[in-house]
């Protein structure tokens, strides 16, 4: 497996975790449930993802643009689920930030699926994709 699809696919969890999310209503168990995985999740995608995939294309010039977005947008995300932390999840502020965080995210993984992923396909070898992949997924596994 190379680290393209190893990432693509935690993106399908998160996209779907905030499809349920925004269904949700109230402060239910539920959507305590599906926000606590959804936290998770970011938190250990954005920290393996930083580490075994943008911080070797921080090496080369043709990404290292690309590289310091993604990391900044980690970042605004990061901002978010602070602020939906902070939110009574029963208010209507709270599902405007988790509306906000989905626009985010979406808008994120599709520009790292449709432009990023093309640029880091030119740049890392084969091998070297498919050893980010496995690093990636212990990372994942084992967080």
Same mark, same amino acid.
């Given at each position: 497996?190379?680290?393209?699809?190893?990432?693509?696919?935690?993106?399908?969890?998160?996209?779907?975790?905030?499809?349920?999310?925004?269904?949700?209503?109230?402060?239910?168990?539920?959507?305590?449930?599906?926000?606590?995985? +959804?936290? @998770?999740?970011?938190?250990? *995608?954005?920290?393996? $993802? =930083?580490?075994? %995939?943008?911080?070797?294309?921080?090496?080369?010039?043709?990404?290292?643009?690309?590289?310091?977005?993604?990391?900044?947008?980690?970042?605004?995300?990061?901002?978010?689920?602070?602020?939906?932390?902070?939110?009574?999840?029963?208010?209507?502020?709270?599902?405007?930030?988790?509306?906000? +965080?989905? @626009?985010?995210?979406?808008? *994120?993984?599709?520009? $790292? =699926?449709?432009? %990023?992923?093309?640029?880091?396909?030119?740049?890392?070898?084969?091998?070297?994709?498919?050893?980010?992949?496995?690093?990636?997924?212990?990372?994942?596994?084992?967080?």
């Amino acid at each position: 497996m190379e680290i393209f699809q190893a990432i693509r696919k935690d993106h399908e969890k998160q996209r779907l975790l905030m499809k349920i999310l925004v269904e949700t209503s109230g402060d239910c168990e539920s959507r305590q449930d599906f926000f606590s995985q +959804l936290k @998770e999740e970011l938190k250990q *995608h954005a920290k393996a $993802e =930083e580490r075994h %995939f943008y911080s070797p294309l921080m090496e080369s010039n043709k990404t290292i643009e690309e590289s310091r977005h993604g990391i900044a947008e980690h970042h605004e995300i990061e901002e978010i689920v602070t602020k939906l932390e902070e939110t009574d999840m029963s208010s209507s502020a709270w599902l405007h930030y988790m509306k906000k +965080l989905q @626009e985010l995210v979406l808008h *994120h993984l599709d520009e $790292e =699926e449709q432009t %990023f992923f093309k640029h880091a396909d030119a740049v890392l070898g084969d091998k070297q994709k498919d050893e980010l992949a496995n690093d990636y997924e212990h990372e994942m596994k084992h967080h």
